[in-house]
């Protein structure tokens, strides 16, 4: 089963941006599913953004505008662009990939914390 490394979360103030990075342990072709859920603590995960391996994303309304999902395929890598930030964006953030061939697989996460 493919394996996901995150990376790029940390603290920012609000108003600020960072950039997640999810890297896959298999080449990022052929048909699937791949993107970011998020989970602040006490809650239920929830999806963020999801890209579609024909390009296609669904991103949810509470980050439309802000955040931004993206792939660098040669590099089987996707992305969270993630803007003006605020303190409820405040998670774990999973990166997230779905073949299948195998159903899903979930990354270890990277905090987000957004506070002045």
């Known amino acids: 089963q493919v394996q996901l490394m995150e990376s790029g979360g940390g603290l920012v103030q609000p108003g600020g941006s960072l950039r997640l990075s999810c890297a896959a342990s298999e080449s990022i072709s052929g048909l699937y599913q791949m993107g970011w859920y998020r989970q602040i603590s006490g809650q239920q995960r929830q999806m963020v953004a999801l890209?579609?391996?024909?390009?296609?994303?669904d991103v949810t309304d509470s980050v439309k505008g802000r955040f931004t999902i993206s792939r660098d395929s040669s590099k089987n890598t996707v992305f969270l662009q993630m803007n003006t930030l605020k303190p409820e964006d405040t998670a774990m953030y999973y990166c997230?990939?779905?073949?299948?061939?195998?159903?899903?697989?979930w990354g270890q996460g990277t905090l987000v914390t957004v506070s002045s």
């Open positions: 997230y990939m779905w073949r299948p061939t195998y159903g899903g697989a």
């Open positions: 890209m579609d391996s024909y390009g296609n994303t």
